[in-house]
């Protein structure tokens, strides 16, 4: 979309390593309008996504507690995908309509989650909870290994504006699918077994709130809660910084722009993928079959999923010049941040099973943060585009993981908690 003479006076390439890229070749099809938009501006319109995707968050965890995620996550995927659909016509409008656009999709898009916990929270029985929610969360991960290669095919044959036509058309064919065959209960499901459905609603019996307000006060005050939240943005802090940041460091200082191959941006998150099926699998046979507690799975996955990606973000900030190992090291640090799937991700379900979309409403928003602060910071430490300034991005990057880990092993919790179940004192298990 962008014209590359605009982006050239905005680069500030290091000379510390030798060029690596192969020629860039002429594309194919060169029909789709270019922008000249310089490096601020880009960094806007990629970033207005999150200023709407944050303010939905706990709007959203509320209403699906309420009133079912069928509908509204089905509508806000609707409503993204419509909008992709006009992101061509946005961009001739101007740079003002289309981060106006960006920031709607993120108002669509920030339901998604904290919806889907909450429908998990009436059909996940309590030991298949990491099993089902990393199946079902692993399509993110999935969906990016499918969209980065062929979006560059669609660009290299067609041009730019498809992509976005594609992606629209393909998210109102799921919202059809969606309203025709998901139901938000067990209950209301119309071709569920009997036994399936006797077994799901037996194994939630004694997990889920009567209370018809939810429980504000106790809930904020919850150490749990706050574990969660501290992970949970430690984690996309690093999350974002290998998103968004580790392409720019192997482009401006190892001087090799992964994004030239798209199955090699596909690759860490493939590894990621493959991660969160196993783990999800391993982590329900660990508390079913060898009496694990759920406490115990969380916290260890979790340090595994966190700590795991925070060495080998270090080490990518130490190798030098070496672009293999640094493909390697973004690869295995995306992969081992996929145990996370079943470790603090789904904690929300554990400690407050009929409130878990709030819950994530809640640690969503703070996670949502360091996709909006964490490129300006990075950009800030780098004034040079050195060696050393990347590796105080990593290390700092490395930290925070660190924190959150830490964190999480000493205040959290694995079970449903006072609060939480019904009259703010019914069993916990």
Known sequence: MVDSNTTTADNRTANECAEHSTPIKVLHNQTGKK????????????????YGYIITQIPAGYVASRSGGKLLLGFGVLGTSVFTLFTPLAADFGVGALIALRALEGLGEGVTFPAMHAMWSSWAPPLERSKLLSISYAGAQLGTVVSLPLSGIVCFYMNWTYVFYLFGIVGIIWFILWIWL????????????????????????????SQKSVPWVPMLKSLALW????AHFSYNWTFYTLLTLLPT?????????????????????????????LSGQAADNLRAKWNFSTLCVRRVFSLIGMIGPAVFLVAAGFIGCDYSLAVAFLTISTTLGGFCSSGFSI????????YAGILLGITNTFATIPGMIGPIIARSLTPENTVGEWQTVFCLAAAVNVFGAITFTLFSKGEAQNWAVRDHGGPRN
């Open 35 to 50: 922008y000249r938009w310089d490096a601020e501006t880009q960094g806007w319109i990629l970033g207005s996504f999150f």
């Open 182 to 209: 998901v139901s938000d209960t067990p209950e209301t499901h119309k071709t569920i077994s009997p036994y399936e459905k006797e077994y799901i609603l037996s194994s939630l019996r004694n997990q889920l709130s």
């Open 227 to 230: 574990a969660i939240v501290v």
């Open 249 to 277: 460091y192997m482009k401006e200082v190892l001087r090799f722009n992964i994004q030239e191959n798209g199955f090699l941006s596909a690759v860490p998150y493939l590894g990621c993928w493959l991660c969160m099926i």
């Open 347 to 354: 904690n929300h379900l554990d400690i407050a099973p009929s």
